[in-house]
């Protein structure tokens, strides 16, 4: 696998991080996309379940790999 960089943005679309995915990694992420344009914050956040605003270390959804 070939790596992609995904850009993290805040809400006012202010570049926060940069990380680097393995492609099967980024297409599954594109593929949850619910609407053009959708910034990759949003999709994370809905796939990882962690609401706007939370502090590291508040509990988020669980996941089994």
Known sequence: NS???LSVYDEQ???MKTIEVEDDVYRYIAAQTKEIGEPATSILRRLLGVA??????????????
């Open 3 to 5: 790596a992609r960089y």
């Open 13 to 15: 679309g202010a570049t």
């Open 52 to 65: 706007a605003g939370a502090q590291p270390g508040q509990a988020a959804k669980t996941i089994v790999a």
